[in-house]
């Protein structure tokens, strides 16, 4: 933050010195051990990028900072929940699913939901049971994709079908990757209502919901009451 104070006329190495990131980065490169730099000449345009990012810390308030470093967290987490729900055998996708979406509010409890994904399950792998008769379903279906397996319309097109043979309207399509172009508008466009969950949505939602989640730490950010030191 003393930057802010006392900003420099211009970025010299020198200045950028000052910061643990550009001294290591420059040591490895004097030491012969920056690779990239070795292979591809790219050391200015590596230290340019370096300068951007400290100049983009020094100029963040510490708020900004801790909001960024918890973004950072997030998206780290929801790596690693992808990469062991690709891990899981695939029933325990289904079984996520169902949690997930119970913890959601849909159905109200546990036992409105159910896995029943089999061989010939006629592409249904979960319902959720919206009242106590279950005249009002959800239908779901579990998609565990690599991340670069995309879910293309043929494949939302046999859910619809299958939303239509169990005589319901509604269906949640979740993936592991995403969702082909194609797919996405044949869910928009279709009478029935099929939402797309997506890997990088499904990430989000675990989180949101704490299902495969906890919290590990809690910090509270004070500030001045105003209203304490306001005159009466």
């Known amino acids: 933050m003393n930057v802010l104070k006392s900003p ?9 010195l000052q910061f643990p990131e ?8 004097h030491a ?21 990012d400290i100049l983009n810390q020094v100029s963040s308030t510490p708020d900004e900072l801790l909001r960024n470093t918890v973004k950072e967290l997030e998206t780290a987490l929801r790596k690693d929940l992808l990469d062991r729900i690709l891990a899981a055998p ?39 049971d919206q009242d106590a008769l279950g005249l009002d379903r959800v239908y779901l279906q579990a998609k565990r994709y690599a991340t670069g397996n995309a879910v293309s319309a043929p494949e939302i097109h046999a859910f619809s079908g299958s939303i239509g043979a169990a005589k319901a309207s509604k269906g949640v399509f ?51 009451d105003e209203d304490f030191f306001a005159e009466e």
Request: aromatic share 8%; charged share 20%; net charge negative.
């Open 32 to 52: 012969g051990t920056d690779e990239p730099a070795q292979a591809g000449g790219n050391v200015g345009a590596q230290t340019r990028a370096i300068a951007a």
């Open 174 to 224: 979740v993936t592991t990757s995403y969702y082909t172009q194609p797919a996405i508008a044949f869910a928009e466009r279709h009478p029935f209502r099929i939402v797309l969950i997506d890997g990088e949505q499904l990430g989000e939602l675990m989180i949101r919901h704490n299902v495969g989640t906890r919290i590990d730490e809690t910090f509270h950010i004070k500030k001045v």
């Open 90 to 128: 695939p029933h325990f996708f289904e079984s996520l699913i169902v949690d997930l979406l119970v913890a959601m509010g849909y159905g109200g409890a546990r036992e409105a939901g159910r896995v029943v994904g089999r061989s010939g399950d006629g592409g249904i792998d979960g319902v959720i």
């Open 22 to 29: 550009f001294a290591a980065f420059r040591a490895r490169t």
């Open 8 to 16: 420099p006329e211009r970025i010299t190495v020198e200045f950028l």
